[in-house]
């Protein structure tokens, strides 16, 4: 029976693939902190990129994007399409600043036309720290797993007071019903979580209020 191979630090191939690997990585960072540092006081926003300009939740992004450029804030997407294509629209469409943090992928993101700024990152993990270090406020429209990773990744870190609280709005009570009541019937009741953190996230259904939350938590 064959042996496996066992790579050990003396093997050089794997040094210095990894140590290049911390370079680009490194090299990420850089590019993204001199990047986002100019951006001002932005607001993040998540959502599915399947969504199409005629679902509800597309036009109701647009709308927050928009309400919120005319107040000063910048939008921060992920520069694709559908909800992010939506946020950057309405930024644009307000004048406002409308970024986006591009993620290349196997099969490859099309950055959406509605963005005035833009960066491209390869590591997933660097992307999501410029989402949060340079947001006042996140977001959080319908969408998939991305969009589920970008929420709990902000309540977490809210949570253990890795960073301080700021507003995390989940857009749409008709979609985010159901996990949020199982937070409060299955997750609370095991005592998984505290009661009190299900104040860590807002629900709502009115851009308006939105905005509202927003400025009602930085007055």
């Known amino acids: 029976m064959a042996r496996a191979k066992t790579l050990t630090i003396n093997d050089t191939s794997v040094q210095i693939e990894e140590t290049w690997r911390v370079f680009r990585i490194m090299a990420e960072f850089i590019d993204?902190?001199?990047?986002?540092?100019?951006?001002?006081?932005?607001?993040?926003?998540?959502?599915?990129?399947?969504?199409?300009?005629?679902?509800?939740?597309?036009?109701?992004?647009?709308?927050?994007?928009?309400?919120?450029?005319?107040?000063?804030?910048?939008i921060i997407t992920g520069a694709g399409p559908g909800i992010m294509e939506a946020a950057n629209k309405g930024a644009s469409r307000a004048k406002g600043s409308s970024i986006g943090l591009n993620i290349q992928l196997p099969t490859a993101q099309r950055p959406n036309p509605y963005i005035s700024t833009m960066l491209e990152f390869r590591y997933f993990f660097v992307r999501k720290v410029m989402f949060v270090k340079y947001a006042k406020a996140f977001v959080?429209?319908?969408?998939?797993?991305?969009?589920?990773?970008?929420?709990?990744?902000?309540?977490?870190?809210?949570?253990?007071?890795?960073?301080?609280?700021?507003?995390?709005?989940?857009?749409?009570?008709?979609?985010?019903?159901?996990?949020?009541?199982?937070?409060?019937?299955?997750?609370?009741?095991?005592?998984?979580?505290?009661?009190?953190?299900?104040?860590?996230?807002?629900?709502?259904?009115?851009?308006?209020?939105?905005?509202?939350?927003?400025?009602?938590f930085y007055a």
């Not at 997750?187 to 851009?207: N, S, T, W």
């Open 32 to 74: 993204g902190f001199e990047f986002m540092s100019t951006a001002g006081k932005a607001v993040s926003i998540f959502g599915s990129a399947r969504l199409k300009p005629q679902d509800k939740y597309y036009k109701a992004a647009e709308k927050i994007a928009y309400l919120l450029a005319k107040e000063g804030f910048g």
């Open 140 to 216: 959080i429209m319908p969408g998939g797993f991305g969009t589920f990773d970008e929420f709990f990744e902000s309540i977490t870190l809210v949570q253990t007071k890795r960073i301080d609280q700021f507003p995390v709005i989940l857009f749409g009570s008709e979609y985010w019903d159901g996990l949020v009541k199982w937070f409060a019937t299955t997750v609370a009741k095991r005592q998984c979580i505290r009661k009190d953190e299900l104040g860590l996230f807002k629900v709502v259904d009115d851009p308006k209020e939105v905005v509202n939350i927003i400025k009602r």
